[in-house]
Structure formats: structure tokens, C-alpha cells
Nanobody, 121 residues
């Protein structure tokens, strides 16, 4: 089975930085895209950033210029570098992978369990 585990969350002051990572383990033959989503308190889950296997990236307007998504396909890992953090960035952050486990299989999306990021003085 495929398992995604996030790390790097925590408490940080406004203006600070955090680096999140998410590593996928298990049988994976191809990764098509990786991404980060977040769910602020009292709000729905929202897109933060995505990266495709060719390196193309997409960011939510709210994080452009502050966050950077990157990946290491060889290690089945996606990163999110978060700079200039704001209180509005407080949320549970979830990673997701669009991947294929078997050559005969179809694409499927997997989610991590989430990691808490709190931006507060």
C-alpha cells in the first residue's frame, strides 16, 4: 500500500519560515503530480501548490512569491518551502500524490494525514 507521511509542521512567528516535506512509500511505478492543500480553521480545504512530473508548478494567489513547491521523484518526496508566513497561513496542510502503482493500473490520488502549521506571536 502507498503511505504518505508529512513532516515539518509546527508553531512559527509571523514572518518566519517552515519547510514541509511529504514522503511516499510503497509500490509506485510513476508519479504524475504532487501537491499541497490546506484547511484553515472553519474553512474548506484549498489548493496551495502543485507540481507535475515535468517540473511545472501552480500556486494559489495567496501564496505566490512566498511559497515554493519542489519535488524529488527519485525519493518520492514533495517539499513546500514557506517564507514570510502570515497568521492566515495557519491550517492543517495535506500533501497529495497522483500516481500509478502498477503498469496495468490507472491513476489514483493519495493523501497524507496532515500536519499542523500555526503562525502566531
Amino acid at each position: 500500500q502507498v503511505q504518505l507521511v508529512e513532516s515539518g509542521g509546527g508553531l512559527v512567528q509571523p514572518g518566519g519560515s517552515l519547510r514541509l516535506s511529504c514522503a511516499a512509500s510503497g509500490s509506485i511505478v510513476r508519479i504524475f503530480a504532487m501537491g499541497w492543500y490546506r484547511q484553515p480553521p472553519g474553512k474548506q480545504r484549498e489548493l496551495v501548490a502543485t507540481i507535475t512530473s515535468d517540473g511545472s508548478t501552480n500556486y494559489a494567489d495567496s501564496v505566490k512569491g512566498r511559497f515554493t513547491i519542489s519535488g524529488d521523484n527519485g525519493k518520492n518526496t514533495v517539499f513546500l518551502q514557506m517564507n514570510s508566513l502570515k497568521p492566515d497561513d495557519t491550517a492543517v496542510y495535506f500533501c497529495n500524490f497522483e500516481l500509478r502503482r502498477y503498469t496495468w493500473g490507472s491513476r489514483a490520488t493519495y493523501w497524507g494525514q496532515g500536519t499542523q502549521v500555526t503562525v502566531s506571536s
